[in-house]
């Protein structure tokens, strides 16, 4: 135990609150259940507008679904504590640091408005070429396949948050660099930092739902097609939000209400044409038909 507080001592990014044992655990618990009610509630208010479902959903046919399994799960616990480090940190960095205004009085266009728009582009700018690196053939294999093995998201948050450790302290590292550059260009207000990072999370729980959101604001436009279309042909749309930043990597792709399977098999990094038999698990992509979220599936 007194070589567990030495180390933390050492590395205080791991309780940056000085927290005792019970109160860091609390936390962490208390931020997987806010977290679960979040993707609950998301979810749900999309359900509660009718809003329809992308059409690769509304063929009829089955599309391919991949359960959980036991490296998803491990993933899955490794990223949360992860996720509960970057939210210590970031509300750490947010109440002390004398460059993030807090009053109510400092509010104002450029640290509201302005900071927003600028960390959903620094995001993007940074984790595109990031994950298109990830599909990088030597690199694809071993990081980011494993994220790939859902074809057709569908889970919400545990699809989003199912994917490599690297990968994932890359997407965390990708969201501090966005926040600290509006921080030092706009002088962006707390209140904004909290609302980009729960936009942020809630965007990336509905690009992996099968529901067919599409919004356009002050220049951008948010489809949940842009997304599918990523997981479906792999070497396409690399940003999460701002496809912008593919139209000039020249990676966008249109989206394309196909199910056929056969650009889903043979690939294994970009610009391979070869590889495993398919995207992520063995043998050819299987139909089975997505489960309503709440229910047990196998694998899970």
């Not at 009829?60 to 899955?76: C, E, F, I, K, N």
């Not at 959903?120 to 994950?131: I, N």
């Not at 396409?236 to 249109?254: C, E, K, L, S, V």
């Amino acid at each position: 135990m007194q070589a567990m507080l030495s180390t933390v001592a050492a590395m205080p990014f791991l309780n940056p609150w000085t927290l005792s044992t019970s109160w860091w655990w609390g936390g962490f618990f208390l931020t997987r259940a806010a977290i679960a009610m979040y993707d609950f509630l998301v979810i749900g208010i999309v359900e509660l507008v009718k809003q329809p479902k992308l059409p690769t959903r509304n063929t009829g046919v089955p599309v391919r679904y991949v359960g959980l399994d036991a490296a998803s799960v491990a993933y899955l616990v490794i990223n949360s504590v992860q996720e509960w480090l970057f939210v210590q940190n970031l509300c750490h960095f947010m109440w002390n640091s004398d460059t993030v205004p807090k009053a109510v009085a400092d509010v104002g266009p450029l640290n509201t408005v302005a900071a927003l728009y600028v960390m959903f582009v620094v995001l993007d700018l940074f984790y595109a070429p990031a994950h298109r690196f990830l599909h990088w053939r030597p690199v694809y294999p071993y990081i980011h396949k494993h994220h790939h093995r859902q074809i057709f998201p569908v889970r919400g948050y545990l699809d989003a948050g199912n994917e490599h450790p690297i990968e994932h302290l890359i997407g965390t590292s990708c969201t501090w660099i966005a926040v600290y550059t509006a921080v030092r260009t706009t002088g962006a207000h707390a209140a904004t930092i909290f609302l980009f990072f729960n936009v942020h999370a809630a965007l990336a729980m509905l690009n992996h739902s099968p529901f067919d959101v599409d919004v356009t604001l002050l220049g951008f436009n948010y489809s949940v097609k842009a997304h599918e279309t990523h997981h479906r042909k792999f070497t396409t749309n690399y940003a999460q939000y701002w496809m912008g930043i593919d139209h000039a990597m020249g990676t966008f792709r249109p989206y394309d209400a196909s199910t056929s399977a056969s650009s889903s098999e043979g690939y294994n990094g970009e610009g391979s044409a070869e590889g495993s038999a398919d995207a992520g698990s063995a043998g050819k992509p299987k139909t089975r038909a997505q489960p309503k979220r709440g229910a047990k599936t196998k694998g899970l």
